[in-house]
């Protein structure tokens, strides 16, 4: 009962950070101030859907795999950015990626196969 609690705390939080975020962004803030300079009223309501779920016990939280260089190339077009990468990588080396099981779950709903990494 407890660590449900803690966790519904934890989701609230999350929200909390959710509006923040959206709160304090510039651009955000820019492109309403502009909205409203042709005359209309902005009501901006987000929908955001946060899903858990409970790893089995003993499962590992994370597992590493290198990545390919056309891989990299295809998170950088979808703006995924690979632990330690820099904001610019000149060279076309093989990086190492942490991946969660809810990654996983991720990927495989994009029906890209990763079980065969190394």
């Known amino acids: 009962m407890q660590l449900e609690n803690r966790m519904k705390q934890l989701l609230r939080e999350l929200g ?3 509006n923040e975020a959206v709160s304090d962004s510039d ?3 820019d492109t309403i101030a502009r909205i ?3 005359g209309y009223d902005v009501f901006l309501m987000l929908d955001a859907v946060v899903a858990l779920n409970k790893r089995p016990a003993g499962e590992p939280a994370e597992e590493t795999a290198e990545i390919a260089s056309d891989d990299q190339r295809f998170l950088k077009s979808l ?6 990468e820099k904001r610019e990588r000149k060279t076309r080396t ?3 990626l942490t991946i969660t099981p809810q990654d996983r779950k991720f990927l495989k709903s ?3 196969n990763i ?4």
Do not use: P, T, W, Y
């Open 36 to 38: 409203k300079a042709h």
């Open 110 to 112: 994009l029906r890209i």
């Open 79 to 84: 703006k995924i950015r690979l632990d330690g």
């Open 27 to 29: 651009r955000i803030s």
């Open 16 to 18: 909390r950070a959710i």
């Open 115 to 118: 079980d065969n990494l190394k």
């Open 94 to 96: 093989k990086s190492s």
